[in-house]
């Protein structure tokens, strides 16, 4: 078991900023971008590895609305095309870039060379994009790999989703069942946070992560205190480059640390999830529970009622759950009004008043 999985399994935030092909093919770029997720505190940064011709054929209609687009008229290969320049020597870089800066490299294989060479790169887990649910053989190559697979959902349904998970249990057991809504950018109200509790009931054998496309910095933090502790977001650290949508539909490092932040929070606020008196509640359950007290003085050898009774506080004494055993009872000796009875209090069998 790696131990990427066992940090994954703890159920402690997981942030991977997914920078995609935002490094627009630069490797500067991408140092900039590894560099910066890492001093923001995000725990990996995910890339994307294609070539246009494996993925697209010339004239696939887009499926996003942007005005940056280099060709405004053209096709996704128009698009993908100008960011694919990346092949195996770039990636084997980007990774000994994200070990020198300790943060877990990751990426979206889109074809079958990709996956091979980023298993020889020394990838840690794959991540599967939505539009790869259906696609029973890419998904068969890289669970043999026998590496973590993340799985995107978006625009699946559940039993295109089971299809691919029985697919991914072939070659793993190592897989994480990512919530997603594929409309970039998300509306809040499409989100449907609550499909991670259904996941949840549906893959009990997985964990569960959220692949966020909202522009809420809030929507990690509720996902995690959902049970989906592993959560990615587009990243760049420039909202403002072109050439790629995902730049302005990002968040950026001082968004990242918010997040991180926000887990802190999260986590802080969660607890253990067991019930037992805390530390700053201690005085509260001393002094603001009751004890039976005297309602009024007695006598030495006198019985104790429900009239010369009563729970009061603090909390010091015989806690007021024995008040029916104490009824009948005689007292050791004389005591005054708010008196807070203690067992020594009690007249024992054999035992003489004082």
């Not at 043999?144 to 039993?159: D, E, P, R």
């Amino acid at each position: 078991m790696s131990k990427l999985w066992q940090q994954l399994e703890s159920g402690a935030p997981f942030f991977i900023a997914e920078a995609g092909v935002n490094h627009l093919g630069s490797i500067e770029l991408a140092r900039k971008l590894i560099r910066e997720a890492s001093k923001a505190g995000a725990h990996a940064i995910k890339f994307q590895s294609y070539k246009a011709k494996n993925l697209t054929t010339k004239d696939a209609p887009r499926f996003w609305d942007w005005e940056g687009e280099e060709k405004p008229e053209g096709s996704q290969y128009d698009s993908y095309s100008i960011l694919d320049s990346f092949g195996e020597s770039e990636h084997l870089e980007l990774k000994n870039i994200c070990d020198e800066y300790d943060i877990e490299f990751m990426s979206t294989p889109f074809d079958v060379e990709a996956t091979d060479y980023l298993d020889r790169v020394g990838i840690n887990a794959y991540k599967i994009a939505s539009c790869d649910v259906t696609n029973h053989p890419l998904l068969e190559h890289v669970a043999s790999k026998g590496k973590i697979v993340m799985l995107s959902t978006g625009a699946s349904n559940i039993q295109e989703i089971r299809e691919a998970v029985d697919i991914l249990k072939k070659g793993t057991n190592m897989i994480v069942v990512m919530h997603c809504n594929l409309k970039y950018p998300t509306p809040d109200n499409e989100i449907n946070l609550n499909m991670i509790k259904h996941l949840q009931t549906e893959f009990p054998d997985c964990l569960i992560g959220l692949s966020d496309h909202t522009m809420n910095l809030m929507t990690p933090v509720f996902a995690h205190m959902l049970g989906a502790n592993i959560c990615e977001k587009h990243y760049t650290v420039d909202k403002t480059l072109d050439k790629s949508a995902d730049h302005w539909l990002s968040v950026d490092p001082s968004d990242i640390r918010e997040i991180i932040e926000s887990y802190k929070l999260a986590t802080t606020m969660l607890g253990s999830g067991e019930k037992e008196c805390t530390l700053g509640e201690e005085r509260a359950r001393m002094y603001a529970r009751r004890s039976i007290v005297l309602e009024q003085s007695i006598e030495a050898g006198e019985e104790f009622t429900h009239k010369n009774l009563a729970c009061k506080r603090p909390g010091t004494g015989i806690a007021p759950k024995y008040l029916s055993q104490l009824i009948g009872k005689k007292s050791a000796r004389s005591l005054e009004k708010d008196h807070i009875l203690e067992m020594s209090d009690i007249l024992q069998k054999g035992e003489q008043n004082e």
